[in-house]
């Protein structure tokens, strides 16, 4: 029964928040990848695209809430996401519009597009901020749960409980069905097809007539709603606070270089990678550990190897090892 109940608890704690949290990672961490394979630059304004595509998302849940306008247990945001992705996806063509675009026909170095979209990064940061504010903001709505904890009590016995959120359930759903859609274009479709050889060999792909400004156009459209779902996703599993999306930029880059920057697969592997290192060094194993030990050996303290302030420096140790011990990524990635 104890066994039972550490194993209950560590699901509970790690693993389910874990899996969630890694689905969204790996969502943020294909839109770096994508943009880094197919525009090679890496983009550090993709945190606070994601923070505008979820502020979008949260105004129209808003205003769907406020007519009564839901679809009753599931979250209003997902009938917002649409109005969410076609917000991001106009600041973002615009973006390239007025600014990428202009250094692109320069044959700007990769780390000339890195310092300006840093720059671009600030400008959708005060945008955010500007339309909804700097506090954290609560959209979510029908059920909070599809396994409550009173519930898995009263049927299993145990005294430990799982408990499993809709926002979960729904984050891990979803990031199947658009990881599944995006390989299947990727692979499938003739646009697909032109978007990968324009990452392989970008010279070759435009003496075979592929237009690289419809690559580029379906390449940010593509971004904006793998950034849009994944910020929309952050948001309902947690809150949303513009300045927490920033710092998400780290452990999503992390991601997509852990797994090979430019691999599509590997963004997925590292987003999970760094996902369950961050929660399982930042978790207290007293619980768990009390279980499985006589109580005259359970630990006295937290037995935390770090405190959760700390969750981001678990995404730098692990982005340190990997680029210097394996700079390519487990993928070697560099081409979509």
Not at 79 to 88: H, Q
Not at 173 to 184: C, G, I, K, R, S
Not at 250 to 262: E, S, T, W
């Amino acid at each position: 029964m104890d066994l039972l109940n550490a194993l209950v608890a560590l699901t509970n704690f790690v693993v389910i928040p874990a899996a969630a949290y890694g689905a969204q990672l790996a969502l943020g961490a294909l839109g770096v990848t994508l943009i880094y394979g197919i525009l090679r630059f890496s983009n550090f304004a993709h945190g606070d695209t994601m923070a505008f595509g979820t502020m979008a998302t949260i105004l129209t849940t808003w205003g769907l809430q406020a007519a009564g306008i839901g679809l009753g247990p599931l979250p209003t945001a997902l009938l917002a996401l649409p109005v969410g992705i076609l917000a991001t996806s106009a600041l973002l063509l615009a973006t390239d519009r007025m600014v990428y675009r202009f250094y692109r026909a320069q044959k700007a170095a990769p780390v000339i597009l890195v310092i300006v979209s840093m720059g671009v990064m600030f400008v959708y940061n005060g945008l955010t901020r500007f339309f909804i504010g700097v506090d954290d903001r609560t959209f979510s709505d029908g059920e909070r749960f599809i396994v409550s904890a009173r519930d898995f009590r009263d049927w299993s016995g145990l005294d430990e409980a799982l408990a499993i959120k809709t926002s979960q359930l729904i984050t891990l759903v979803t990031a199947v069905v658009v990881v599944a859609a995006l390989f299947w274009f990727l692979n499938r479709t003739r646009t697909g097809k032109s978007m990968r050889a324009f990452s392989d060999n970008e010279d070759l792909a435009l003496l075979s007539g592929i237009s690289p400004e419809r690559v580029v156009t379906v390449t940010w459209l593509l971004v904006a709603a793998l950034a849009t779902v994944a910020g929309t996703l952050y948001g309902l599993d947690k809150s949303f606070k513009p300045f927490t999306y920033f710092q998400l930029l780290l452990p999503i880059f992390a991601a997509a270089i852990v797994g090979g920057l430019g691999s599509p697969l590997g963004a997925i592997v590292g987003g999970f990678i760094i996902a369950f290192s961050e929660v399982a060094v930042t978790y207290p194993l007293r619980k768990i550990i009390g279980y499985l030990v006589p109580e005259s050996l359970e630990p006295g303290g937290l037995v935390q190897l770090l405190a959760t302030e700390y969750k981001f420096a678990v995404s730098f140790v692990i982005l340190i090892v990997v680029l210097i011990f394996r700079p390519t990524g487990l993928f070697r990635g560099k081409s979509v």
